[in-house]
């Protein structure tokens, strides 16, 4: 009888690690042992067959017909168990689950079902079970869950329907309760046995036990051990711990679903729900930020902030079959869902992390290639929350952290460079793109984003186009060609316009045209092909066309506003310019936060002779701006906040002129001009600070600001313009607009050579502002110097040859000089213009890429 119980023991434990087979070789000793063992050895060799069975070939359909003949003496011997002598020897239920689990394995469902209702599983009561006794009921639960979804039989009323799906979903909860529960019972049987083998004494074992349980992840306190292999949750317990939050959201339970999903994750941790951990966090903060709105979000433990009392009084309440959790206190509860998506993802990506191989074998390529697949996984959602609430500082962070385990990981450094323009580290991600190009060279979506990084933010023109040529050469057939096509059209627009060498313009614009066409060519349903081709024509003075393909731009896209803003710049070349305020102001009831169709706004009405209306527009211009940028500039200062824009450049090629006697003259009047200038703001610069934070918020008020002085001068208030000028000078006192502004005011109010001095600083400060050169030549003229304004106005024409105030001044001067042939050529050139002229350049309209 002592032989018999300690063949019982070895076999429970044998049971509870999994090895099967000396379970079997025991079972004639416990028969030799007792004839009465007869049919408890009918069940367990039952059992390590079915179990070793399944442990080589897993309970998937493409397994079900094998698994009729592979399983057919496990049948036989549980079977034989289903008698009465089984429920003799107690042995009969467990007999029945495992018979439902060997159906299951089989695709009997409904024979799997019909099992279930035998061993009473719905009845069951909660008591205390062994270790293998957890993980029969748990995967019974989870097989009667998985029968009931795969049956092929539909209910007969609405009312079985729901009675089925409640049926289904409190099965898979039971299965999570249960496998979790099994999971970490099972370290803990793994730690103490661990303990015991070192020789550890028993109180130390418990003590330490108790300590895991409680306050901390039971799986950092275990060691490695031989029996880490066997203790594995198996395939159905996996899918169950999985299906169970799937199952209620199909149903159209969100809210339980998110409930189900909390209450996995704050089970204490095992080794062996550690990948699974990553898994369900993953999934919640995808379920968070797909389908949870903020209106229907409830932060945890907000619903029944009362319901842990009951688990804390013991006695009858303890709950047996439920796993344990991490204690409540000290543990940070997100309180809205912006902090509960970011938490989890945080956690999975520590979680990736942790995972990541670094080994660059060939052995590892697998395990590489499953872990870089989650880590990536956790980075995109990752991405999608961060930039949804504009929390790109942590994405940066998070991709620095991956980039020690991407190696070659093409689609990581295409995102943290994606993540760095985001963040406005322009020049940062440029290098990133630059590394993501050389890991995938057939990619041209790097070579894209360069180009547009180039163009938009750096002004780096001829890298941009380098880039964009690249890209078209890479083309494949999974991207638009015409997209890289417009790169390259965009690029030739850009130097033409930047071009002060008539041939050059003419070469650049010729090919943008080129470029721009074969784009619209390419894709004709692309609204970005047609505006940037209609704002070529513009620029090359043929209105007409420009007209045509602006129209087709808005046909595909009609809410785009640059699109618009072409639009009415159109109109009012063609001499429209009621049409094209009532365009700007329909514009408006689309996007009544733009400010560049506010900024056209005010300068038609101003055109209109609506000046007072003009003051209103430019002041909720002003408003709007407090609403967009306030709380933005008013943040710390970025680190690496850009400084050029504090320094005056003045590039050597705009300084040359034919008409002088040598460049060097002309240089040397371009530094004398530039020391003027400084002198002019040196009292300003003493005292001047930048403005925290991004300096493009500040530069849009300084713009608002100027409009505002132009639109009081208007209406003939100078001291208020003075005032206005006096606003933008506090954010950027060297800035040319402000320069040129305060020389209107001055010839306003008819003080000549204090408007020279304020149009000479304007030039020194940017010698391309043709406003300014015009503006200069003028005075120059009313101060009695014709030559000086004869060749400030023809540098003037040089730049903007399109430009009919510069022609119509030039031949004021030169007729007061006598030369009437030259005079009559210069206002004719004017009056061919003139009705072409937009109220505004073409060229004041941003850059636009979507």
């Given at each position: 009888m002592?032989?018999?119980?300690?063949?019982?023991?070895?076999?429970?434990?044998?049971?509870?690690?999994?090895?099967?087979?000396?379970?079997?070789?025991?079972?004639?000793?416990?028969?030799?042992?007792?004839?009465?063992?007869?049919?408890?050895?009918h069940?367990?060799?039952?059992?390590?067959?079915?179990?070793?069975?399944?442990?080589?070939n897993?309970?998937?359909?493409?397994?079900?017909?094998?698994?009729?003949?592979?399983?057919?003496?496990a049948?036989?011997?549980?079977?034989?168990?289903?008698?009465?002598?089984?429920?003799?020897?107690?042995?009969?239920?467990?007999?029945?689950?495992?018979?439902?689990?060997?159906?299951?394995?089989?695709?009997?469902?409904?024979?799997?079902?019909?099992?279930?209702?035998?061993?009473?599983?719905?009845?069951?009561a909660?008591?205390?079970?062994?270790l293998?006794?957890?993980?029969?009921?748990?995967?019974s639960?989870?097989?009667?869950?998985?029968?009931?979804?795969?049956?092929?039989?539909?209910?007969?009323?609405?009312?079985?329907?729901?009675?089925?799906?409640?049926?289904?979903?409190?099965?898979f909860?039971?299965?999570?309760?249960?496998?979790?529960?099994?999971?970490?019972?099972?370290?803990?049987?793994?730690?103490?046995?661990?303990?015991?083998?070192?020789?550890?004494?028993?109180?130390?074992?418990?003590?330490?036990?108790?300590?895991?349980?409680?306050?901390?992840?039971?799986?950092?306190?275990?060691?490695?051990?031989?029996?880490?292999?066997?203790?594995?949750?198996?395939?159905?317990?996996?899918?169950?711990?999985?299906?169970?939050?799937?199952?209620?959201?199909?149903?159209?339970?969100?809210?339980?679903a998110?409930?189900?999903?909390?209450?996995?994750l704050?089970?204490?941790?095992?080794?062996?729900?550690?990948?699974?951990?990553?898994?369900?966090?993953?999934?919640?903060?995808?379920?968070?930020?797909?389908g949870?709105?903020?209106?229907?979000?409830?932060?945890?433990f907000?619903?029944?902030?009362?319901?842990?009392?009951?688990?804390?009084?013991?006695?009858?309440?303890?709950?047996?079959?439920?796993?344990?959790?991490y204690?409540?206190?000290?543990?940070?509860?997100?309180?809205?869902?912006?902090?509960?998506?970011?938490?989890?993802?945080?956690?999975?990506?520590?979680?990736?992390?942790?995972?990541?191989?670094?080994?660059?074998?060939?052995?590892?390529?697998?395990?590489?290639t499953?872990a870089?697949?989650?880590a990536?996984?956790?980075?995109?959602?990752?991405?999608?929350?961060?930039?949804?609430?504009?929390?790109?500082?942590?994405?940066?962070?998070s991709?620095?952290?991956?980039?020690?385990?991407?190696?070659?990981?093409?689609?990581v450094?295409?995102?943290?460079?994606?993540?760095?323009?985001?963040?406005?580290?322009?020049?940062?991600?440029?290098?990133?793109?630059?590394?993501?190009?050389?890991?995938?060279?057939?990619?041209?979506?790097?070579?894209?984003?360069?180009?547009?990084?180039?163009?938009?933010?750096?002004?780096?023109?001829?890298?941009?186009?380098?880039?964009?040529?690249?890209?078209?050469?890479?083309?494949?057939?999974?991207?638009?060609?015409?997209?890289?096509?417009?790169?390259?059209?965009?690029?030739?627009?850009?130097?033409?316009?930047?071009?002060?060498?008539k041939?050059?313009?003419?070469?650049?614009?010729?090919?943008?045209?080129?470029?721009?066409?074969?784009?619209?060519?390419?894709?004709?349903?692309?609204?970005?092909?047609?505006?940037?081709?209609?704002?070529?024509?513009?620029?090359?003075?043929?209105?007409?066309?420009?007209?045509?393909?602006?129209?087709?731009?808005?046909?595909?896209?009609?809410?785009?506003?640059?699109?618009?803003?072409?639009?009415?710049?159109?109109?009012?070349?063609?001499?429209r310019?009621?049409?094209?305020?009532?365009?700007?102001?329909?514009?408006?009831?689309?996007?009544?936060?733009?400010?560049?169709?506010?900024?056209?706004k005010?300068?038609?009405?101003?055109?209109?002779?609506?000046?007072?209306?003009?003051?209103?527009?430019?002041?909720?211009?002003?408003?709007?701006?407090?609403?967009?940028?306030e709380?933005?500039?008013?943040?710390?200062?970025?680190?690496?906040?850009?400084?050029?824009?504090?320094?005056?450049?003045?590039?050597?090629?705009?300084?040359?002129?034919?008409?002088?006697?040598?460049?060097?003259?002309?240089?040397?009047?371009?530094?004398?001009?530039?020391?003027?200038?400084?002198?002019?703001?040196?009292?300003?610069?003493?005292?001047?600070?930048?403005?925290?934070?991004p300096?493009?918020?500040?530069?849009?008020?300084?713009?608002?600001?100027?409009?505002?002085?132009?639109?009081?001068?208007?209406?003939?208030?100078?001291?208020?313009?003075?005032?206005?000028?006096?606003?933008?000078?506090?954010?950027?006192?060297?800035?040319?607009?402000?320069?040129?502004?305060?020389g209107?005011?001055?010839?306003?109010?008819?003080?000549?050579?204090?408007?020279?001095?304020?149009?000479?600083?304007?030039v020194?400060?940017?010698?391309?502002?043709?406003?300014?050169l015009?503006?200069?030549?003028?005075?120059?003229?009313?101060?009695?110097?014709?030559?000086l304004?004869?060749?400030?106005?023809?540098?003037?024409?040089?730049?903007?040859?399109?430009?009919?105030?510069?022609?119509?001044?030039?031949?004021?001067?030169?007729?007061?000089?006598?030369e009437?042939?030259?005079?009559?050529d210069?206002?004719a050139?004017?009056?061919?213009?003139e009705?072409?002229c937009?109220?505004?350049?073409?060229?004041?309209?941003?850059?636009t890429?979507?």
């Amino acid at each position: 009888m002592r032989n018999t119980s300690k063949v019982e023991t070895l076999i429970e434990t044998c049971r509870s690690e999994g090895k099967w087979q000396k379970v079997i070789d025991l079972t004639d000793e416990l028969k030799t042992g007792s004839p009465n063992n007869e049919c408890l050895a009918h069940f367990l060799v039952g059992e390590a067959r079915l179990e070793s069975y399944l442990e080589e070939n897993p309970p998937i359909e493409s397994n079900f017909a094998k698994a009729k003949s592979g399983l057919s003496d496990a049948r036989r011997s549980l079977n034989l168990v289903t008698g009465e002598n089984g429920k003799t020897a107690g042995i009969a239920l467990d007999a029945y689950l495992l018979l439902a689990k060997l159906c299951y394995a089989c695709g009997e469902y409904e024979k799997s079902l019909e099992n279930f209702v035998k061993a009473e599983l719905n009845t069951l009561a909660e008591k205390e079970l062994t270790l293998r006794s957890l993980k029969i009921l748990a995967e019974s639960y989870a097989i009667k869950g998985l029968c009931l979804e795969n049956q092929t039989s539909k209910p007969s009323s609405k009312f079985k329907k729901a009675e089925k799906e409640a049926e289904m979903i409190s099965c898979f909860e039971r299965a999570t309760d249960l496998g979790l529960l099994y999971l970490q019972e099972q370290d803990i049987a793994a730690y103490a046995t661990s303990a015991n083998n070192t020789g550890g004494s028993t109180l130390a074992i418990n003590a330490s036990v108790q300590q895991s349980a409680s306050n901390m992840a039971i799986s950092s306190t275990i060691p490695a051990n031989p029996l880490e292999l066997n203790r594995r949750m198996g395939t159905i317990l996996e899918t169950a711990l999985q299906r169970a939050p799937i199952v209620l959201i199909k149903a159209g339970k969100l809210q339980e679903a998110v409930d189900r999903y909390r209450i996995m994750l704050n089970a204490i941790e095992t080794k062996t729900t550690q990948s699974l951990r990553l898994t369900l966090a993953r999934q919640l903060a995808e379920v968070l930020l797909r389908g949870v709105s903020g209106t229907i979000y409830t932060a945890p433990f907000q619903k029944k902030q009362g319901a842990s009392s009951t688990l804390k009084t013991g006695g009858t309440s303890k709950k047996l079959w439920k796993p344990r959790k991490y204690a409540a206190r000290n543990q940070f509860v997100p309180r809205n869902q912006q902090e509960e998506t970011i938490l989890l993802l945080l956690i999975a990506e520590a979680l990736a992390v942790r995972d990541t191989v670094l080994s660059q074998s060939p052995e590892f390529k697998v395990a590489r290639t499953h872990a870089m697949g989650n880590a990536t996984a956790v980075y995109d959602l990752l991405t999608l929350a961060t930039v949804r609430w504009g929390l790109v500082q942590l994405l940066n962070e998070s991709f620095e952290k991956a980039l020690k385990f991407s190696f070659g990981e093409q689609h990581v450094w295409r995102q943290y460079g994606i993540s760095l323009m985001a963040a406005g580290k322009h020049m940062h991600a440029l290098r990133v793109l630059q590394e993501s190009m050389k890991l995938n060279p057939g990619d041209p979506l790097p070579c894209l984003l360069a180009a547009k990084l180039c163009y938009e933010s750096l002004g780096l023109i001829k890298e941009g186009l380098d880039y964009a040529q690249q890209a078209l050469k890479r083309e494949t057939k999974g991207l638009r060609p015409s997209r890289a096509q417009l790169y390259v059209g965009i690029g030739y627009q850009q130097l033409a316009i930047q071009s002060t060498l008539k041939l050059e313009r003419e070469n650049y614009n010729k090919l943008a045209l080129d470029a721009l066409e074969k784009s619209v060519q390419n894709d004709g349903n692309d609204h970005l092909c047609e505006y940037y081709l209609s704002l070529q024509y513009a620029l090359l003075n043929n209105i007409p066309e420009a007209l045509t393909h602006i129209r087709f731009a808005l046909a595909l896209r009609t809410e785009h506003a640059p699109s618009l803003h072409l639009f009415a710049l159109l109109l009012t070349a063609s001499r429209r310019p009621r049409e094209a305020l009532v365009v700007t102001e329909d514009a408006l009831e689309e996007f009544p936060d733009n400010l560049n169709l506010l900024h056209v706004k005010a300068h038609l009405q101003l055109h209109l002779q609506d000046a007072e209306i003009a003051l209103v527009t430019v002041q909720r211009m002003l408003a709007i701006w407090r609403e967009l940028y306030e709380g933005q500039v008013n943040v710390e200062e970025e680190k690496h906040s850009d400084t050029k824009s504090l320094i005056l450049h003045v590039p050597s090629s705009q300084m040359s002129d034919k008409d002088s006697n040598s460049v060097y003259a002309a240089s040397l009047a371009a530094v004398s001009r530039v020391e003027q200038a400084l002198s002019e703001a040196a009292s300003s610069l003493s005292s001047f600070t930048p403005k925290p934070g991004p300096q493009r918020p500040w530069m849009i008020q300084i713009k608002i600001w100027l409009l505002l002085a132009d639109v009081y001068l208007s209406i003939e208030q100078p001291a208020e313009a003075l005032n206005c000028i006096h606003e933008a000078s506090q954010i950027y006192p060297l800035s040319h607009q402000i320069m040129y502004m305060r020389g209107l005011v001055c010839v306003y109010q008819e003080q000549w050579n204090e408007a020279k001095q304020c149009f000479l600083n304007a030039v020194a400060a940017n010698p391309n502002h043709t406003e300014a050169l015009r503006a200069l030549g003028e005075t120059h003229h009313v101060l009695g110097e014709p030559r000086l304004a004869e060749k400030l106005l023809k540098d003037a024409a040089k730049l903007d040859p399109n430009c009919p105030k510069i022609w119509f001044a030039l031949g004021k001067v030169l007729e007061s000089l006598g030369e009437y042939t030259a005079s009559a050529d210069c206002m004719a050139t004017a009056l061919q213009l003139e009705p072409t002229c937009p109220i505004l350049p073409f060229t004041s309209i941003a850059l636009t890429f979507d």
